[in-house]
């Protein structure tokens, strides 16, 4: 579904990602983990064209797709939800979602309301005043607006309470059970292995390891020294 080849990525002359390669198999949850700062939103920016790679080959279903413009990529079938959330503020939930105009439209709104249904209960409510759980749901939902095949999923926990992070953990599970691809990145590390079937650790702008969830727990030196578990 997606392969990312040796792409560094730099802000002006710093040089903050170093041959990073990583692939997402079809139906697949993969987990990219890492301390604030190590890449992790870079790397999703970069294959969202928003930080271009200055080199290295980014494929989607086979197809180069480095340094495509972010709205062709959404068109193909990749959803982005940035860490930041980025809701329309003086907008409604609904006028949210309606935002994103796509094929079978009302339909797909309506599986975003089964999907979240606490969004469903505030629909003429302003985004800008809705807590950052309501946020989060609101901005994945957006992002699934456009049917997606492979959601990127930047922090989806971060700053939220532990009741609003395990419901979040069971919406993107109901995602996965879907058969949707999604490359999910994460500090909270406990969190994120109840989720991804592959993990790829980062730090520093490096990929440090890759491997499953299991031998990632197996190496503890790994866990501790990247990922201070």
Known sequence: MLNVIDINTYY??????????????????????????AGKSTTMKSIMALVPPKNGTIRFKGEDIACQSPYLLFRKGIGYVPDDRRVFADLSVEDNL????????????????????????????RAGNLSGGEQQMLTIGRALMGRPELLLLDEPTEGLAPLIVKSLEEKILKLKATGMSILLSEQNVRSALKMVDRVY????????????????EANKEIMKKYLMV
């Open 12 to 37: 002006g002359l710093s040089h903050v990602l170093f041959n990073i390669s990583l692939k997402v198999e079809s139906g697949e949850v993969v987990g990219l983990l890492g301390r604030n700062g």
């Open 201 to 216: 650790v980062i730090d520093n702008g490096w990929i440090r390891f890759e491997g499953t969830v299991g031998e990632l």
């Open 98 to 125: 309606d935002i994103v105009y796509g094929k079978d439209c009302e339909r797909t709104k309506e599986m975003v309301y089964e999907l979240f249904p606490a969004l469903a209960e505030i629909k003429p409510r």
